[in-house]
């Protein structure tokens, strides 16, 4: 019970702080892609809350309920990261009504999955040996969602890799601060992976909350400094 306690403290600060990061993004979001980065440090943030009240509940309905919740972030992240990176990297011209209309087809299908009692499964649920033990509940994930992995992770690393590309070529006087970039961004993304795909400890612990506060921090360092 301990652990779970101490996790959840950590995830509840994790989205504290990257709360405080999109508060103060916005403040100064005339910054150049300052509005789509306050998108992506608050989707991230309400991801860290409600990973925090998932881990805290003794209940697993309630489990259930904020698992289901930390999903709002999770699908606000793939198109808010095209955004920014198009626009961090001086590509604004396609953030665009219709591209970002197609990035949101699968995060609001995954919605509406979850929604739904009849289709909730098909995302994810918790094996009926949960209910004897909540705390300890691990979600399983349901067929439908590899296919927003895939198209997450296509979205997620595409635009990382053009991010890493764009520094390399046109930051040669300032490769110490684009490595440290480069670096910060990817830790969040490798976590999800070695989560998802249910590598040794990371199975059991989304560390992805975490890791975004540092590279949070790094961004909002970057956007305005760098």
Same mark, same amino acid.
């Given at each position: 019970m301990g652990?779970h ?15 405080? $990061? ?27 809350l409600a ?11 309630t ?5 289901d ?12 990261? @095209?955004? #920014? ?9 396609w953030?665009?009504?219709s ?5 949101a087809?699968?995060?609001a299908?995954?919605?509406v ?11 994810? $649920? ?7 033990d ?10 439908? @969602?590899?296919?927003?992995?895939? $198209? ?10 053009? #991010? ?24 969040? @993304? ?8 249910n590598?040794?400890?990371f ?20 956007? #305005?400094?760098?």
């Amino acid at each position: 019970m301990g652990q779970h306690w101490v996790f959840s403290a950590m995830a509840l600060a994790a989205g504290a702080c990257l709360a405080v $990061y999109a508060f103060y993004v916005w403040r100064h979001r005339r910054a150049s892609a300052g509005a789509s980065l306050t998108v992506v440090l608050a989707a991230a943030g309400w991801w860290g809350l409600a990973y925090a009240l998932e881990l805290a509940a003794t209940e697993l309905p309630t489990k259930l309920l904020w698992g289901d919740a930390k999903w709002l972030g999770i699908c606000l992240l793939p198109p808010a990261w @095209f955004a #920014f990176i198009m626009q961090y990297t001086g590509r604004d011209r396609w953030v665009n009504r219709s591209t970002m209309v197609a990035l949101a087809v699968p995060p609001a299908a995954v919605i509406v999955l979850l929604a739904n009692d009849a289709t909730h499964d098909l995302v994810r $649920y918790y094996p009926p040996s949960a209910a004897a033990d909540p705390e300890d509940a691990i979600a399983q994930v349901g067929p439908l @969602f590899w296919p927003f992995l895939v $198209y997450a992770d296509l979205v997620v690393w595409g635009c990382t890799a053009l #991010f890493v590309w764009t520094l390399t070529r046109l930051s040669r006087l300032y490769w110490r601060q684009s490595l440290l970039l480069i670096v910060t961004v990817l830790l969040p @993304f490798l976590a999800n992976i070695l989560h998802n795909l249910n590598v040794g400890p990371f199975g059991r612990v989304e560390l992805t909350p975490f890791l975004f506060v540092l590279t949070g921090a790094v961004l909002v360092w970057g956007i #305005f400094r760098f």
